[in-house]
């Protein structure tokens, strides 16, 4: 238990469906950060929230949104995704963004049909 | 061109085996982490490491910052052992630092 919790943990969705990934964290940290990790690649940083600012985008597509109401929690909607977005989604978080130690969640295992 | 490099790629070992994985930096090393992905996909800290040794029970890591590399040390290997060995640090990319992960070393520990 790493004190930060994702939901769903499994997720099975068509090109034309809208859904959303959930993470809250429970260490009182300020950062939050969304990870894509898919087969046979390293993970990726998506997403970086600072004191729920957006400090970062990796140059993710449009059809990925997220959005942080507050520094415990931390949200990535999807809409009309595409098979190749199917992959492992991790969430972590860290006392502020840069420089510091990251705690991970489990993860929600994305399916794309 | 690859700012995270971890070594080897894949490694097999026998139960009680001693093993050392490398990750190597073509930047300055800036916060410096060893993580374990276990089968179900869970990364667990292992070490924060950025310089300087550290030691948990069978595990210790070595980093050693001016020559940009950092070591994992796994003694008396077990079977939980088992799973993706990530090292990750904060790259330097256009004006800000990004969290950059290696491709990880798979780890498979036979009883």
């Known amino acids: 238990e790493t004190g930060v919790t994702q939901t769903p943990r499994h997720l099975v969705m068509g090109m034309t469906n809208k859904k959303s990934l959930k993470c809250e964290q429970h260490?009182?940290?300020?950062?939050m950060y969304w990870y894509k990790q898919s087969a046979k690649k390293p993970l990726e940083l998506m997403f970086v929230y600072n004191f729920k600012e957006q400090t970062e985008n990796n140059s993710v597509p449009s059809r990925f949104s997220p959005e942080c109401p507050n520094s415990s929690h931390l949200f990535l909607h999807l809409h009309t995704l595409q098979p190749e977005d199917s992959a492992l989604y991790l969430c972590?978080?860290?006392?502020?963004?840069?420089?510091?130690?990251?705690?991970f969640g489990p993860g929600t295992r994305l399916t794309v049909t | 061109g690859i700012q995270v490099e971890q070594s080897p790629p894949d490694l097999i070992l026998q139960e009680g085996a001693n093993s050392t994985l490398r990750c190597n930096f073509s930047?300055?090393?800036?916060?410096l982490q060893w993580f374990h992905q276990n089968p179900w996909g869970q990364l667990i800290n292992l070490f924060y490491?950025?310089?300087g040794t550290k030691q948990n029970g069978r595990l210790s890591a070595t980093t050693v910052a001016t020559e940009r590399y950092s070591l994992l040390y796994i003694s008396s290997s077990q079977t939980t052992d088992s799973g993706v060995y990530f090292c990750a640090d904060d790259v330097s990319s256009g004006g800000s630092y990004i969290p950059t992960f290696g491709r990880g070393t798979s780890l498979i520990v036979h009883p």
């Open positions: 972590a978080s860290s006392q502020e963004g840069g420089g510091d130690e990251q705690y």
């Open positions: 930047d300055s090393v800036n916060n």
């Open positions: 260490l009182g940290h300020n950062a």
């Open positions: 490491i950025p310089s």
